[in-house]
Nanobody, 122 residues
Framework: QVQLAESGGGLVQAGDSLRLSCVAS????????MAWFHQPPGKGRSFVAG???????TYADAVKGRFTISRDNAKNTVYLQMNSLKPEDTAVYYC????????????????WGQGTQVTVSS
């Protein structure tokens, strides 16, 4: 079974940047679609960005032009570079995998990490 571990969250000010990492163990990631979701306080989990096994990215409208998803299959790692952070980006960020194309519905993903907290102050 694949295990995912996120890191890189923290407390930053509006306009700052963070890079999240998600390392997988137990299976190679190269055949999987990877995605980042976030869960703001009191809300459900929603799609942020995804990347196909071929490296094609997909983004939620709210993060287009600010966030970049990438993957390093040799390191079994997916990244989320977050620039120009806003207070509304405050959330727990999770990575997830599925053995199919990128999906926006979190229920379509097979494995999840434990999450990393991102807090953006104004």
């Amino acid at each position: 079974q694949v295990q995912l571990a996120e890191s890189g969250g923290g407390l930053v000010q509006a306009g700052d940047s963070l890079r999240l990492s998600c390392v997988a163990s137990g299976h190679t990631l190269s055949y999987y679609t990877m995605a980042w979701f976030h869960q703001p306080p009191g809300k459900g989990r929603s799609f942020v960005a995804g990347i196909s096994n071929g490296g094609r990215p997909t983004y939620a409208d709210a993060v287009k032009g600010r966030f970049t998803i990438s993957r390093d299959n040799a390191k079994n790692t997916v990244y989320l570079q977050m620039n120009s952070l806003k207070p509304e980006d405050t959330a727990v960020y999770y990575c997830a995998i599925r053995f199919a194309v990128v999906a926006f519905d979190p229920s379509q993903y097979d494995s999840w990490g434990q999450g990393t907290q991102v807090t953006v102050s104004s």
